[in-house]
């Protein structure tokens, strides 16, 4: 047992704890910005499956969300697929005839968190007496229930049909490690698990009654998971109140989150290693620590100087867990978070591991290295000078940079999604369809609790995005048919362009004057252009939707990160940042005659060479918007007469180019790069432009309109 330590020393240290816990990144701006950009995120997500006619509602939960991670945490992001089309019953009266019906049955062999799901007919509220498909299962009683394998099959030979990798983790199945992907069903009703934590005896100061009245309208979910110890965890399905608990979460001071961090952070570096083997100790179980700590320690207890305090009492909580065996859910008390994660002999080690952590007054958070911790502490304790330790201020810059690029690519690429679904209709079919989806957008509704008012203004603020953005969609295709036969652009079309113009910095402008150029009104092109320029200084981040951008991977430019700290209310800042050009075939007639050759530049074979992703976007013109406007400003000078500003578009183009690929600026580079060929074509430098499209070959052989251009100046040569 360690010695004595006076009460003063847990107050510094706590201090000092705190100091280290902001440079990580845990604080109110940091947190908020956190949770905005993935609540927009999980909202965008949502309409885009709507739009799209799924029954699909998108929700994402984790650290992430909360905003409870470090840099150096690495968390992965949760998302929870909820299937709206699927009636679960949890009895007799809930049925509903032509909906696809699933009754809840608590069977002798289930777990107090599990259930089976028994198939009810559509037109009679009668059991179903054959299996359907493969994953109506008959049990030995007869009773047809349904599997939760589908998800994971589905999942698997998707991403085999596909080429794609798969990953799975308990009832997660995603192509990318770093996104848990979880598909799920919403309880009609709250199962009679979680009724007991409504009504039993509590201090009164948290969860409050509102609290606890929302948590009723947020209900919970059932996902395809078993018991881990059961012999029929194929027909079990897992009540998940996460809703429930994300709501808890979002009630949290600061305070709570450092201590939640901590635990986390002691967990990964100190803990789980120790542990050995399969076992581990995981962040949910620090989690419910903490939602009992709230709930136990009075309001005094959370304050900055009694940090260390309320480390210990969440670390006593579980030691005495691990001497009963019971590890108790905080909503459904009979469930034993222990099953599956750690057995006895691990659960003794466990209890070890605390004692030495309890009994040295949390010393071992010297030696966590994760984020520089246990540095930053001493950092705090002795003012030293520390080599290669990232200051606060960088820290912050790269996290809400982090933040904007993430918010943006993912918005780039639900929109590219719901524009994929219209693909394929005529030009004037598709103005139908973009004004219609455009105008009932305001009538449907996520479903929200009426209280939580900062989700409702997400989702109001994406809807009014998303009807936007389509107006760009919608104005450059009438415009393209105005174009095709002759006719003016009439107001509304203008107003529409006009509608759209904020959605980012640069790449609906640059349509505008790309319609312009096509229309023969150079000058207004020009002014266009040259506003563009002038908004396009080094703080602008190019962003791509067409999955040649990977958020958790690109590193913002410097400019754009220090900038990004500077704009809390605008998550997405749209003022700065520069989406890819994107033109549909419908749009055709908008964009200058070399992109008609990128909207047909599969050669031979390409298509059949084509990632899922790619098919969404290759017969459309794409193209970043730097490089665009060098491109407009070389054509629009030249045509104007203006033969200095037309070269130094030309030379500008060349940078774009080449600065662009270093930067990572430019994520369609054999685009760019035929563009720049191409002014050099016009130059009379026939050689020079051959030699660019072959570099553009070079980088990308198929699917690459270069080809066609190689073939044509091959002919002519």
Not at 667 to 675: D, K, R, V
Request: net charge negative.
């Amino acid at each position: 047992m360690a010695g004595y330590v006076p009460v003063w020393f847990y107050n510094v240290m706590s201090l000092r704890l705190i100091a280290a816990m902001e440079d990580l990144g845990v604080t109110e701006l940091i947190i908020g910005r956190r949770r905005h950009t993935f609540l927009q995120d999980e909202s965008t997500k949502t309409w885009r499956e709507q739009i799209c006619g799924r029954h699909c509602v998108c929700y994402h939960f984790g650290s992430m969300t909360e905003g409870t991670t470090t840099p150096g945490m690495g968390s992965d992001i949760d998302t929870l697929r909820c299937n709206d089309s699927v009636n679960i019953m949890s009895g007799r009266s809930d049925w509903k005839r032509g909906e696809n019906n699933l009754l809840m049955v608590k069977h002798a062999t289930c777990s107090p968190q599990h259930y089976r799901l028994q198939e009810i007919r559509a037109d009679l509220p009668l059991p179903f007496t054959f299996s359907r498909d493969e994953f109506s299962v008959r049990d030995a009683d007869g009773i047809i229930y349904r599997s939760n394998r589908a998800a994971g099959t589905i999942s698997r030979l998707f991403a085999a049909e596909h080429n794609l990798p798969y990953f799975n983790a308990g009832p997660s199945h995603s192509i990318s490690e770093m996104y848990d992907v979880v598909d799920a069903y919403r309880c009609g009703t709250l199962p009679v698990e979680c009724e007991s934590w409504f009504t039993r005896p509590r201090n009164g100061i948290w969860p409050t009654q509102e609290m606890l009245q929302t948590a009723r309208e947020l209900g919970c979910f059932l996902i395809p998971n078993g018991h881990c110890d059961s012999e029929y965890s194929s027909l079990e399905w897992r009540v998940s109140p996460s809703l429930i608990e994300r709501h808890l979460m979002f009630s949290m001071h600061l305070i709570h989150m450092h201590c939640y961090v901590t635990l986390k952070l002691l967990k990964k570096d100190t803990i789980n290693p120790y542990l050995d083997g399969d076992g581990k100790l995981t962040s949910f179980h620090c989690k419910t620590a903490l939602f009992y700590a709230r709930e136990q320690l009075v309001s005094e207890m959370w304050t900055a100087d009694r940090l260390f305090d309320c480390i210990l009492y969440c670390l006593n909580l579980i030691s005495d867990w691990t001497i009963s065996g019971h590890f108790p859910h905080y909503i459904m008390d009979e469930v034993n978070l222990f099953d599956g994660k750690l057995n006895s002999e691990q659960r003794a080690r466990l209890r070890t591991i605390l004692d030495i952590i309890i009994d040295t007054h949390l010393a071992p958070l010297a030696f966590v290295k994760t984020d520089d911790l246990g540095v930053r502490l001493l950092n705090n304790v002795y003012i030293v000078a520390i080599r290669d330790m990232k200051p606060r201020r960088s820290i912050h810059h790269e996290i809400t940079g982090f933040l904007s690029v993430f918010g943006n690519v993912w918005l780039a690429k639900h929109m590219r999604v719901i524009l994929g679904e219209a693909a394929d209709k005529t030009p004037d079919v598709l103005c139908l369809y973009l004004h219609s989806l455009i105008n009932a957008m305001p009538f449907h509704q996520l479903q929200r609790p009426n209280n939580e008012h900062a989700l409702c203004r997400i989702d109001s603020e994406n809807r009014d995005y998303i009807g936007r953005y389509l107006q760009q969609h919608l104005a450059s295709t009438a415009a393209s048919i105005c174009l095709q036969h002759g006719m003016p652009i009439g107001s509304r079309i203008w107003s529409w362009y006009s509608a759209a113009i904020d959605t980012d910095v640069a790449s609906i402008r640059l349509k505008l004057a790309s319609m312009l150029y096509c229309k023969g009104d150079l000058q207004m092109a020009a002014d266009v252009l040259d506003d563009v320029e002038s908004r396009y200084d080094n703080t602008v981040q190019a962003v791509c939707g067409c999955h040649r951008m990977d958020p958790l991977v690109t590193k913002p430019r410097k400019e754009f990160t220090e900038f990004s700290y500077e704009c809390d209310t605008d998550v997405l800042m749209t003022n700065s940042v520069a989406y890819c050009v994107r033109f549909l075939r419908q749009e055709v007639y908008c964009a200058p005659p070399i992109l008609h050759f990128e909207m047909v530049r599969g050669v031979g074979d390409d298509i059949l060479h084509r990632d899922i992703a790619e098919r969404g976007w290759m017969n459309w013109a794409v193209v970043d918007s730097r490089p665009f406007l060098n491109y407009l400003q070389y054509l629009t000078f030249r045509g104007l007469g203006l033969r200095h500003r037309q070269l130094h578009a030309l030379c500008s183009l060349h940078f774009s180019i080449n600065d662009g690929i270093k930067q990572k600026q430019v994520f369609h580079p054999e685009t760019a790069t035929n563009l720049f060929a191409h002014c050099l074509e016009i130059e009379g430098r026939i050689d020079d432009a051959l030699h660019y499209y072959l570099a553009s070959q070079a980088y990308m052989p198929r699917n690459n309109a270069a080809n066609l251009h190689i073939r044509r100046l091959t002919n002519v040569l």
